[in-house]
């Protein structure tokens, strides 16, 4: 509890710090950034603590932290002090969204952090891969930061978040295994706010520009954003209930067998199975919530199934997955605010470059390429996302200035390439250790996604979609811009189709061998593959059709010639506001439909061969922007919709609403135990290994507390125990997991023969040649504990003979290297 109140008094003090920077940063928005202050100040915080420390002016400990901070405060107080009556002002008239903002932090914030504290565990998954970050970051004297698991070398991986992670953990003496779930609840209080003020800046904006003024509900209505976001599910919940209490499942009379051909053609893997008997209403097949992120099914050629990840928001709180996409949230929401901000004219001036004009002051691209190259550290896939938000909505922006003519091709340009090339100069000493394992782009020739799983992945997102889009539709007559905008989105969808085929082309040109291995794989020749794949295409074309008729209409909204921003500002009808707030839910929403899209005819190759990685990016990002999207429409909606129409649509999104908080509603006391977890509530997963193993825990303690040194403990597969000394106690260790290692450094050349000489360390009678390993890899420690027992055929004798042991203990026995 104390660990919590610390956490949030530093998080509300950062916030109130920072705000009048944000005050400044966003003149746009109707909220100044209020909402979003917590997420910039640990955004300028940390990139000014990392930089300080990868720079060698800081070091990483209490005094960076500090000073960085100190730097910050200055910035902040230089805001203030210019103009601090308009600050005041906007303080004092606008006390309802302050109180609202943060009662809804402290609310969020304290939800997940109760949920964590019944289900603390950090073992499965990658949850130890991110506590050894966490653990790896707070050990390390300077940046780069230390790879935990591949002794001798920097973390080569995305880890930005795990910065601010043990920025705060130090700052407030937390240890790493509790910061982890600290952090995840944090995370989550800092989406829900950041959601909630987007929404709140569009209804603002949106009001302004009709007929609405109640303030009530400018409020009251953004809260559908974190609900959105954060809280509704996919159907797959549902699914599960109606498995499960035996629904469309049948006994046939002569076999007694239970058949059920609609699960069959629905083809949920378990849930093809008959359901468990007697039937009930609440799911209890062990994991079941899992089912809910590997929703989408592909097949090869063979019929072979390949798993896909499709998070949403919710699975991954659930599972409390610290990951880098988890991590980037809050700062995906401040880019979105960026991109709105500069949607809205703000940041008004000019900066001239390779004699074209930018119609933005310096301020305004220094901070949106701290914000964009932050991402990419955070979450590096969401740049281009983000990137590409930001750089459409200056794009349309600048349309509705002057029009669509070929100048906004340069404008385009003349702000995406020089945004990008500064977002990645502010963090250049991150890409000096980074490799990656993405090699290219791929064609998916053979994996479109099939209707039925869109709608069960989509669905709680869909039908808000549609009804929006069908509401501004009936009242925007724009039959020309229909037709251009359904041969765009068409013309978009045959250019992806020969963009694939263009793909294999060159690759069965400059990778022959890959291909011809590829075909025989398949049992094909080009002609059959290319024959079979499209059969199967033209068999799934239901789910390009559902993103069709939304990315369809959201084009030709975007492309419609607007008013002028001056005739906007006079606007006053019905529909007047979609050139305001409604045509950026619309940006929103086309590039949600292009990120589902393009992973069914490209993705990006990495070692798993297949597009697992790209459905599983891309759609988390565009559940973010579709969440927003379908929230404002429902406030729309439930704003202007009157008699009969009214009525119905209530009782629809009500339905949607309640069918998509099945899935938590049923998740979380199977994953809580009920929230009765039989040791007690705590945010701290040590706890658990001081339970089950007090041996090893003292071990690890004793490390914790050591001189700094290379530690040698058994190496094995991922996603087990393996490893947990390095996790635990942040030392290097020869080798980690070796899997997740060939997938940081895109190959597995780094690793050499680690992990056999590991093994040979362990097990060899040998002084000499253990003697020469411990050398080469310069180990101080070796951590002698049950699972080195268990997985290897020790020889002791030898460590005694020539070692002192440091630590010893029950089962756990650490000698140290002179």
Same mark, same amino acid.
């Given at each position: 509890?104390?660990?919590?109140?610390?956490?949030?008094?530093?998080?509300?003090?950062?916030?109130?710090?920072?705000?009048?920077?944000?005050?400044?940063?966003?003149?746009?928005?109707?909220?100044?950034?209020?909402?979003?202050?917590?997420?910039?100040?640990?955004?300028?915080?940390?990139?000014?603590?990392?930089?300080?420390?990868?720079?060698?002016?800081?070091?990483?400990?209490?005094?960076?932290?500090?000073?960085?901070?100190?730097?910050?405060?200055?910035?902040?107080?230089?805001?203030?002090?210019?103009?601090?009556?308009?600050?005041?002002?906007?303080?004092?008239?606008?006390?309802?969204?302050?109180?609202?903002?943060?009662?809804?932090?402290?609310?969020?914030?304290?939800?997940?952090?109760?949920?964590?504290?019944?289900?603390?565990?950090?073992?499965?998954?990658?949850?130890?891969?991110?506590?050894?970050?966490?653990?790896?970051?707070?050990?390390?004297?300077?940046?780069?930061?230390?790879?935990?698991?591949?002794?001798?070398?920097?973390?080569?991986?995305?880890?930005?978040?795990?910065?601010?992670?043990?920025?705060?953990?130090?700052?407030?003496?937390?240890?790493?295994?509790?910061?982890?779930?600290?952090?995840?609840?944090?995370?989550?209080?800092?989406?829900?706010?950041?959601?909630?003020?987007?929404?709140?800046?569009?209804?603002?904006?949106?009001?302004?520009?009709?007929?609405?003024?109640?303030?009530?509900?400018?409020?009251?209505?953004?809260?559908?954003?974190?609900?959105?976001?954060?809280?509704?599910?996919?159907?797959?919940?549902?699914?599960?209930?109606? @498995?499960?209490?035996?629904?469309?499942?049948?006994?046939?009379?002569?076999?007694?067998?239970?058949?059920?051909?609609?699960?069959?053609?629905?083809?949920?893997?378990?849930?093809?199975?008959?359901?468990?008997?007697?039937?009930?209403?609440?799911?209890?097949?062990?994991?079941?919530?899992?089912?809910?992120?590997?929703?989408?099914?592909?097949?090869?050629?063979?019929?072979?199934?390949?798993?896909?990840?499709?998070?949403?928001?919710?699975?991954?709180?659930?599972?409390?997955?610290?990951?880098?996409?988890?991590?980037?949230?809050?700062?995906?929401?401040?880019?979105?605010?960026?991109?709105?901000?500069?949607?809205?004219?703000?940041?008004?001036?000019?900066?001239?470059?390779?004699?074209?004009?930018?119609?933005?002051?310096?301020?305004?691209?220094?901070?949106?390429?701290?914000?964009?190259?932050?991402?990419?550290?955070?979450?590096?896939?969401?740049?281009?996302?983000?990137?590409?938000?930001?750089?459409?909505?200056?794009?349309?922006?600048?349309?509705?200035?002057?029009?669509?003519?070929?100048?906004?091709?340069?404008?385009?340009?003349?702000?995406?390439?020089?945004?990008?090339?500064?977002?990645?100069?502010?963090?250049?000493?991150?890409?000096?250790?980074?490799?990656?394992?993405?090699?290219?782009?791929?064609?998916?020739?053979? %994996?479109?996604?099939?209707?039925?799983?869109?709608?069960?992945?989509?669905?709680?997102?869909?039908?808000?979609?549609?009804?929006?889009?069908?509401?501004?539709?009936?009242?925007?007559?724009?039959?020309?811009?229909?037709?251009?905008?359904?041969?765009?989105?068409?013309?978009?969808?045959?250019?992806?189709?020969?963009?694939?085929?263009?793909?294999?082309?060159?690759?069965?040109?400059?990778?022959?061998?890959?291909?011809?291995?590829?075909?025989?794989?398949?049992?094909?020749?080009?002609?059959?593959?290319?024959?079979?794949?499209?059969?199967?295409?033209?068999?799934?074309?239901?789910?390009?059709?559902?993103?069709?008729?939304?990315?369809?209409?959201?084009?030709?909204?975007?492309?419609?010639?607007?008013?002028?921003?001056?005739?906007?500002?006079?606007?006053?009808?019905?529909?007047?506001?979609? @050139?305001?707030?409604?045509?950026?839910?619309?940006?929103?929403?086309?590039?949600?439909?292009?990120?589902?899209?393009?992973?069914?005819?490209?993705?990006?190759?990495?070692?798993?061969?297949?597009?697992?990685?790209?459905?599983?990016?891309?759609?988390?990002?565009?559940?973010?922007?579709?969440?927003?999207?379908?929230?404002?429409?429902?406030?729309?909606?439930?704003?202007?919709?009157?008699?009969?129409?009214?009525?119905?649509?209530?009782?629809?999104?009500?339905?949607?609403?309640?069918?998509?908080?099945?899935?938590?509603?049923?998740?979380?006391?199977?994953?809580?135990?009920?929230?009765?977890?039989?040791?007690?509530?705590?945010?701290?997963?040590?706890?658990?290994?001081?339970?089950?193993?007090?041996?090893?825990?003292?071990?690890?303690?004793?490390?914790?507390?050591?001189?700094?040194?290379?530690?040698?403990?058994?190496?094995?597969?991922?996603?087990?125990?393996?490893?947990?000394?390095?996790?635990?106690?942040?030392?290097?260790?020869?080798?980690?997991?070796?899997?997740?290692?060939?997938?940081?450094?895109?190959?597995?050349?780094?690793?050499?023969?680690?992990?056999?000489?590991?093994?040979?360390?362990?097990?060899?009678?040998?002084?000499?040649?253990?003697?020469?390993?411990?050398?080469? %890899?310069?180990?101080?420690?070796?951590?002698?504990?049950?699972?080195?027992?268990?997985?290897?055929?020790?020889?002791?004798?030898?460590?005694?003979?020539?070692?002192?042991?440091?630590?010893?203990?029950?089962?756990?026995?650490?000698?140290?290297?002179?």
């Amino acid at each position: 509890m104390t660990s919590f109140i610390s956490w949030y008094i530093l998080l509300t003090l950062l916030g109130w710090l920072t705000f009048p920077l944000a005050y400044r940063l966003f003149p746009a928005l109707a909220d100044r950034g209020y909402t979003l202050s917590r997420a910039a100040g640990l955004l300028i915080w940390g990139y000014i603590f990392w930089l300080f420390t990868s720079l060698g002016i800081s070091h990483n400990d209490i005094g960076g932290i500090l000073l960085a901070l100190a730097i910050l405060a200055g910035l902040s107080i230089w805001s203030f002090v210019t103009n601090y009556e308009l600050r005041i002002t906007w303080i004092k008239s606008n006390v309802r969204l302050i109180v609202t903002t943060e009662i809804l932090f402290l609310a969020a914030f304290a939800f997940l952090a109760f949920v964590r504290s019944a289900n603390p565990e950090l073992t499965s998954a990658e949850k130890p891969m991110e506590l050894a970050f966490i653990n790896a970051i707070l050990r390390s004297p300077t940046f780069p930061p230390r790879d935990p698991w591949l002794s001798g070398y920097a973390i080569s991986y995305y880890y930005f978040g795990y910065v601010m992670t043990a920025m705060l953990a130090r700052l407030t003496s937390v240890p790493g295994s509790m910061a982890h779930n600290l952090m995840t609840s944090l995370i989550f209080g800092l989406a829900s706010v950041g959601s909630y003020g987007i929404l709140y800046n569009l209804l603002a904006l949106n009001n302004r520009q009709s007929e609405i003024q109640n303030r009530k509900s400018s409020i009251g209505l953004p809260l559908l954003a974190p609900l959105f976001l954060l809280l509704i599910s996919n159907f797959e919940g549902v699914f599960e209930i109606l @498995h499960r209490r035996g629904i469309l499942w049948f006994r046939n009379p002569a076999t007694a067998e239970m058949t059920g051909p609609f699960w069959k053609w629905l083809d949920l893997k378990e849930l093809t199975s008959a359901p468990i008997q007697p039937p009930q209403w609440t799911p209890d097949r062990y994991l079941w919530w899992w089912r809910g992120s590997r929703v989408v099914q592909d097949y090869d050629m063979r019929g072979n199934p390949l798993e896909i990840i499709d998070e949403f928001p919710f699975f991954s709180f659930l599972h409390a997955d610290l990951h880098p996409h988890v991590l980037a949230i809050p700062f995906t929401l401040l880019a979105i605010a960026v991109a709105l901000n500069l949607f809205l004219g703000g940041w008004r001036g000019t900066i001239n470059l390779f004699g074209g004009r930018l119609r933005i002051n310096p301020l305004g691209f220094f901070f949106t390429a701290l914000a964009l190259g932050g991402l990419a550290f955070l979450n590096t896939w969401d740049i281009l996302i983000s990137a590409a938000l930001i750089v459409l909505a200056y794009v349309i922006a600048r349309a509705r200035e002057d029009g669509w003519r070929w100048e906004r091709l340069e404008d385009l340009f003349l702000l995406g390439l020089p945004l990008g090339l500064t977002g990645v100069l502010l963090y250049l000493p991150f890409y000096f250790g980074f490799s990656s394992q993405a090699g290219g782009i791929l064609p998916s020739l053979m %994996y479109p996604t099939r209707g039925a799983y869109l709608w069960i992945m989509w669905g709680t997102l869909f039908i808000p979609l549609f009804a929006t889009l069908l509401y501004f539709w009936r009242g925007e007559k724009l039959p020309a811009n229909w037709k251009l905008g359904f041969s765009l989105g068409l013309g978009f969808a045959f250019f992806m189709w020969i963009f694939m085929w263009g793909v294999g082309w060159v690759g069965s040109i400059v990778e022959k061998d890959y291909v011809n291995l590829f075909l025989a794989s398949q049992g094909m020749t080009a002609g059959q593959l290319f024959y079979a794949t499209t059969l199967r295409r033209l068999s799934y074309i239901g789910g390009l059709i559902t993103l069709l008729a939304i990315l369809i209409p959201s084009i030709a909204f975007l492309i419609t010639k607007h008013a002028t921003r001056e005739q906007d500002n006079t606007e006053t009808s019905t529909h007047g506001n979609t @050139h305001h707030a409604t045509l950026f839910v619309f940006l929103l929403i086309a590039l949600g439909a292009l990120l589902i899209i393009v992973p069914d005819f490209v993705y990006l190759r990495d070692q798993f061969g297949y597009r697992i990685n790209t459905i599983f990016k891309f759609y988390y990002q565009a559940w973010i922007l579709w969440s927003l999207a379908s929230a404002f429409g429902i406030a729309v909606l439930l704003q202007k919709l009157r008699g009969a129409w009214d009525v119905a649509f209530r009782v629809v999104i009500g339905l949607v609403i309640i069918l998509g908080l099945v899935y938590p509603a049923f998740s979380l006391p199977y994953k809580t135990n009920d929230f009765k977890p039989p040791f007690g509530y705590t945010l701290d997963d040590f706890e658990r290994i001081q339970r089950e193993n007090p041996d090893e825990a003292a071990g690890i303690e004793w490390l914790r507390s050591a001189p700094d040194g290379i530690v040698a403990e058994a190496v094995g597969d991922p996603y087990s125990y393996y490893a947990r000394v390095s996790v635990y106690t942040g030392l290097q260790t020869v080798l980690g997991w070796p899997g997740h290692e060939d997938q940081w450094r895109g190959g597995h050349a780094l690793q050499g023969t680690r992990r056999e000489d590991i093994e040979t360390l362990y097990t060899t009678s040998n002084w000499e040649l253990a003697n020469e390993i411990i050398r080469q %890899y310069d180990i101080r420690y070796i951590y002698i504990g049950i699972l080195e027992r268990t997985s290897m055929r020790v020889q002791e004798e030898k460590f005694m003979a020539h070692l002192q042991p440091v630590f010893q203990q029950g089962s756990v026995t650490i000698y140290e290297v002179p």
